[in-house]
């Protein structure tokens, strides 16, 4: 059965940078674009960024633009989402997700990052 | 775009049948999603292009819509459907949320 297993989750400082990743099994990995979604505690779910399955094309929110990257490594069938100088307004479950026409057609079941002093 | 979803909470029984809206702020032809989410879960993909149901799905589930208004209709709620629903408008440049429906057991 296909599975994303997402980890790198935890408690970090404002200002502090994490690297979630999300590794990725039973499917043929970099045939899929992926996206990662968040929910904030009591929130809705808010897209964050979305990257081609060879790579080379990727897409951020504008209100994570300039602070995060997605980025994948197919050898290892892993997506990767680096948070930088990190907000108190961050403070989520980090979701992968893979795509399918635009749409997301499975998901993990995520990883919590807190944001706090 | 904006995706705005009504009710966002939902009181109702087993066995009765449920109508969840999605209204976009401007046309967006049936690009559109279903996910049902559960606390501590992943989400899951219930309907996409509007009407269609993703394989698996229980056929209770139903969309409907194109342009501006869709609806999400659960025909007859079961006890693994209290959860909180989401549609997402989707294109290559766009994959926005509403704010979700929450069904509860009445």
């Known amino acids: 059965e296909e599975q994303l297993v997402e980890s790198g989750g935890g408690l970090v400082q404002p200002g502090e940078s994490v690297t979630l990743s999300c590794e990725a099994s039973?499917?043929?990995?970099?045939?899929?674009?992926m996206s990662w979604v968040r929910q904030a505690p009591g929130k809705g779910l808010e897209w964050v960024a979305t990257i081609s399955g060879s790579g080379d094309k990727s897409d951020l929110a504008d209100s994570v633009k300039g602070r995060f990257t997605v980025s994948r490594d197919n050898s290892r069938n892993t997506l990767y989402l680096q948070l930088n100088s990190l907000r108190v307004e961050d403070t989520a479950i980090y979701f992968c997700a893979r795509n399918w026409r635009y749409y997301q057609d499975f998901w993990g079941q995520g990883t919590l990052v807190t944001v706090s002093s | 775009i904006q995706m705005t979803q009504s009710p966002s909470t939902l009181s109702a029984s087993v066995g009765d049948r449920v109508t969840i809206t999605c209204r976009a702020s401007?046309?967006?032809?049936?690009?559109l999603a279903w996910y049902q989410h559960k606390p501590g879960k992943a989400p899951k993909l219930l309907i996409y292009k509007a009407s269609s149901l993703e394989s698996g799905v229980p056929s209770r589930f139903s969309g409907s819509g194109s342009g501006t208004e869709f609806t999400l209709t659960i025909s007859s709620l079961q006890p693994d459907d209290f959860a909180t629903y989401y549609c997402q408008h989707y294109n290559r440049d766009s994959k926005t949320f509403g704010q979700g429906t929450k069904v509860e057991i009445k």
């Open positions: 039973k499917f043929t990995f970099e045939n899929y674009a």
């Open positions: 401007q046309s967006i032809s049936t690009w």
